[in-house]
């Protein structure tokens, strides 16, 4: 099976920069992904990692190592409207490669 | 172009009762996937759809079922509700074929807020 866990809730300050951690096991890892979902919205697809590294995108950036089970999102330049949990999903192929495992997402307040 | 169109967006049940939910692609997505969102569990898979073919379900009892029409279109149905049923069923579409994968993205629908009294 597979367990992907991410911390429940972050707090940081506008113009600052946040790291959500995410950390997962799967038994044929296909890549993963990270969403956003603003309250009472659809998640909306932010970013994909399927080999280790960086991958930037204008403010928003993720990381990925495989061999550790490990990605984060990192947030620069943090404005009000990032408010939103962040949701970490991975893609397995012993689950099926057509559908993602979610964690349970961390919800990121910024403040003034 | 038009994104996933979720329908009802939201509706009120009594248990014992079932429901039909309804999601609408994006046009030239074949591929529509059911998710179950709680504050407990987040999101969880319910089933997928590719050509009106199921190709994976997840671990959900016999009481939610879905189906695929020929224009792409998806409904899910739950039966016999449950007071444990209330919450944000998501539907999401990806051009389908193969893996997801950056290029083969799930865009989701604004979902169907289910609650069940």
């Known amino acids: 099976g597979q367990n992907i866990d991410q911390p429940t809730e972050m707090t940081a300050t506008e113009g600052a920069i946040v790291q959500i951690n995410c950390t997962y096991q799967t038994s044929g890892f296909n890549g993963l992904f990270w969403y956003q979902q603003h309250a009472g919205e659809a998640p909306t697809f932010l970013s994909y990692?399927?080999?280790?590294g960086l991958e930037e995108k204008g403010r928003f950036s993720s990381f990925l190592s495989r061999s550790k089970g490990y990605s984060y999102l990192l947030l620069k330049e943090l404005q009000m409207k990032d408010s939103a949990s962040y949701l970490c999903a991975v893609s397995d192929s012993g689950a099926g490669s057509y559908q993602l495992t979610f964690g349970k997402g961390t919800k990121l307040s910024v403040i003034p | 172009k038009a994104g996933v169109t979720q329908t009802p967006r939201y509706l009120i049940k009594t248990r014992g009762q079932q429901v039909t939910l309804s999601c609408s692609p994006i046009s030239g997505h074949r591929s529509v996937s059911w998710y179950q969102q709680t504050p407990g569990q987040g999101l969880q898979f319910l089933f997928e759809?590719?050509?009106?073919?199921?190709?994976n379900k997840g671990n959900f009892p016999g009481r939610f079922s879905g189906r695929q029409f020929s224009n792409s279109r998806s409904e899910m149905n739950v039966s016999t509700l449950e007071l444990g049923d209330s919450a944000l069923y998501l539907c999401a579409s990806s051009l389908g074929g193969g893996r997801l994968s950056g290029a083969n993205v799930l865009t989701f629908g604004a979902g169907s807020r289910l609650t069940v009294l």
């Open positions: 759809y590719f050509s009106e073919t199921q190709r």
């Open positions: 990692n399927v080999l280790d």
